[in-house]
């Protein structure tokens, strides 16, 4: 079946440190990735997303992502925090084969400490 | 314009009443989409409309209506809701969403009393 996995439910760093959330995603082809965060309360904002071409993805507010096809990985990286970048994030997936429907892990909290 | 608008943003309903979400985007996109999403879950897709017809319905209630009037518009009708209803209820819509991914409005949190 199509998923994505975010393993850490809950990720804690300091304010300054460097950052990296984890995704993979089953189901043998490669699917279009996807990064969303979520503020408490808020709708969904596209961070970043990939289709083909360069593994290394630049996204808003200072994210990056790199596909790993050996790895079934997209994970996302920020070389330095900011407070504001507490949130939910979610990974997600589409695949070409069966319903195209968007399929999301089940998140990871942020919590910057100061 | 760049934005999915969603209307209300807070809804307070008795398990009696009949209420409707409102959607609205203007970027021409011609998929949108309902979602349910609980506290600490992920978003739970509800109905894709696809050039106005629906293409999706994931085994919702029908206590839950969607209706999709023209290309930029989507209502989600509300009737005999029940308290686990309660949810942040989000609409999104894609050009291609596979390609361009889906823009997200900023919901509205339906709580069923």
């Known amino acids: 079946a199509q998923s994505v996995t975010q393993p850490d439910i809950h990720i804690t760093v300091s304010e300054g440190a460097s950052l990296e959330l984890r995704c993979n995603y089953s189901?043998?082809?490669?699917?279009?990735l996807f990064w969303y965060v979520q503020s408490p309360g808020q709708g969904l904002q596209l961070l970043l997303k990939?289709?083909?071409?360069?593994?290394l993805v630049q996204g808003i507010k200072g994210f990056e992502a790199e596909f790993k096809r050996s790895q079934s990985s997209f994970n996302l990286r920020k070389p330095s925090v900011h407070w504001s970048d507490a949130a939910e994030y979610f990974c997600?997936?589409?695949?070409?084969?069966?319903?195209?429907?968007?399929?999301f892990g089940q998140g990871t909290r942020l919590t910057i400490n100061p | 314009d760049t934005e999915v608008t969603q209307t209300p943003k807070h809804l307070v309903m008795g398990m009696t009443n009949k209420k409707s979400l409102k959607c609205e985007q203007h970027?021409?996109?011609?998929?949108m989409y309902w979602y349910k999403q609980k506290a600490k879950k992920p978003p739970e897709l509800m109905f894709v409309?696809?050039?106005?017809?629906?293409?999706i319905n994931e085994s919702v209630p029908s206590r839950f209506s969607p209706e999709c009037p023209n290309s930029s518009l989507l209502n989600l009708h509300l009737h005999a809701l029940q308290p686990e209803d309660s949810a942040l209820y989000l609409c999104?819509?894609?050009?291609?969403?596979?390609?361009?991914?889906?823009?997200f409005g900023s919901g509205t949190r339906l709580t069923v009393v």
């Open positions: 999104a819509s894609s050009q291609d969403g596979r390609v361009s991914g889906y823009t």
């Open positions: 189901y043998g082809a490669t699917p279009y």
């Open positions: 990939y289709f083909s071409g360069d593994t």
């Open positions: 997600a997936a589409v695949w070409l084969q069966g319903a195209q429907k968007l399929v």
């Open positions: 970027m021409g996109h011609r998929a």
């Open positions: 409309y696809s050039y106005e017809k629906l293409s």
